[in-house]
């Protein structure tokens, strides 16, 4: 089910399968994954959690690529760089401002910064998915992947890679045993208002009766002591899900 786009990025089939069971398109779920990532964050700032969670996404993705933090060499750059961290840490330091009047702060500051950055850095405004496909890079996004000595290319690669329903059930059927930043921002992501889709009725009646299967194949996996064999079992349930639901869609 593995399928790769002319312009290099490989959906996986665990990927796939979450998109059509959630009822999202696999390039809405990484230009929200783009949008979320936050300098700020990254920085040390208080964000709301999905701001967290896309941003340590980059972070695991860097130390699992054991890239290094790269300083800018352009001398422009390197003062505008210096100052708004400065600027940002200070924010995140003024005992006067909540958390939220931070937060807004703190896209004025990266706009501001944006502004006077981009006439001297070479950061790619889009990314092309295919012929007609694209994804719109934020100035978060690409600073933090320049920053950290990474392509726009590998950390959504990384990104696809850690969307997977039968590990996740499968490591945390006994408890939340495990935290993955890339699933934690899936999980977010079925919750916002922006993402969510109103499902047809077949889609419904679909999804119901899976999720009560759902349940019960949780009971009887509680069972089996091998990981392995718990994401094998869970693979083939969710892959019979989507092909249900595809069926559907014709």
């Not at 408890?175 to 977010?188: N, P, Q, R, T, W």
């Given at each position: 089910?593995?399928?790769?786009?002319?312009?290099?990025?490989?959906?996986?089939?665990?990927?796939?399968?979450?998109?059509?069971?959630?009822?999202?398109?696999?390039?809405?779920?990484?230009?929200?994954?783009?949008?979320?990532?936050?300098?700020y964050a990254f920085n040390g700032g208080e964000m709301e959690a999905v701001a967290l969670w896309a941003t340590h996404v980059v972070v695991d993705c860097r130390?699992?690529?054991?890239?290094?933090?790269?300083?800018?060499?352009?001398?422009?750059?390197?003062?505008?760089?210096i100052r708004y961290i400065s600027l940002l840490s200070e924010l995140d330091a003024n005992p006067a401002l909540t958390t939220v009047e931070k937060m807004k702060?703190?896209?004025?500051?990266?706009?501001?910064?944006?502004?006077?950055?981009?006439?001297?850095?070479?950061?790619?405004?889009?990314?092309?998915?295919?012929?007609?496909?694209?994804?719109?890079?934020?100035?978060?996004?690409?600073?933090?992947?320049?920053?950290?000595?990474?392509?726009?290319?590998?950390?959504?690669?990384?990104?696809?890679?850690?969307?997977?329903?039968?590990?996740?059930?499968?490591?945390?059927?006994?408890?939340?045993?495990?935290?993955?930043?890339?699933?934690?921002?899936?999980?977010?992501?079925?919750?916002?208002?922006?993402?969510?889709?109103?499902?047809?009725?077949?889609?419904?009646?679909?999804?119901?009766?899976?999720?009560?299967?759902?349940?019960?194949?949780?009971?009887?996996?509680?069972?089996?002591?091998?990981?392995?064999?718990?994401?094998?079992?869970?693979?083939?349930?969710?892959?019979?899900?989507?092909?249900?639901?595809?069926?559907?869609?014709?």
């Amino acid at each position: 089910m593995d399928s790769k786009g002319q312009f290099g990025l490989t959906y996986t089939e665990d990927f796939s399968v979450a998109c059509v069971i959630n009822h999202l398109k696999q390039e809405e779920v990484l230009q929200y994954f783009i949008n979320r990532v936050s300098f700020y964050a990254f920085n040390g700032g208080e964000m709301e959690a999905v701001a967290l969670w896309a941003t340590h996404v980059v972070v695991d993705c860097r130390y699992a690529y054991q890239t290094e933090v790269l300083p800018a060499e352009d001398k422009k750059i390197q003062r505008l760089s210096i100052r708004y961290i400065s600027l940002l840490s200070e924010l995140d330091a003024n005992p006067a401002l909540t958390t939220v009047e931070k937060m807004k702060e703190s896209f004025y500051l990266m706009k501001e910064w944006e502004d006077k950055m981009l006439p001297h850095a070479d950061y790619p405004k889009t990314y092309e998915l295919d012929r007609e496909n694209f994804l719109i890079l934020t100035f978060d996004f690409n600073l933090l992947c320049r920053m950290n000595g990474l392509s726009t290319q590998q950390v959504l690669q990384y990104f696809i890679e850690k969307v997977s329903l039968p590990i996740q059930r499968a490591k945390n059927l006994f408890g939340i045993i495990e935290k993955d930043a890339g699933m934690s921002l899936f999980g977010m992501m079925l919750m916002s208002r922006s993402m969510q889709k109103t499902k047809l009725p077949a889609q419904q009646y679909i999804y119901n009766f899976y999720s009560e299967r759902l349940i019960d194949l949780d009971n009887r996996l509680k069972k089996e002591m091998s990981i392995d064999k718990r994401v094998s079992v869970y693979r083939a349930f969710y892959a019979e899900w989507y092909r249900t639901l595809k069926k559907s869609m014709r």
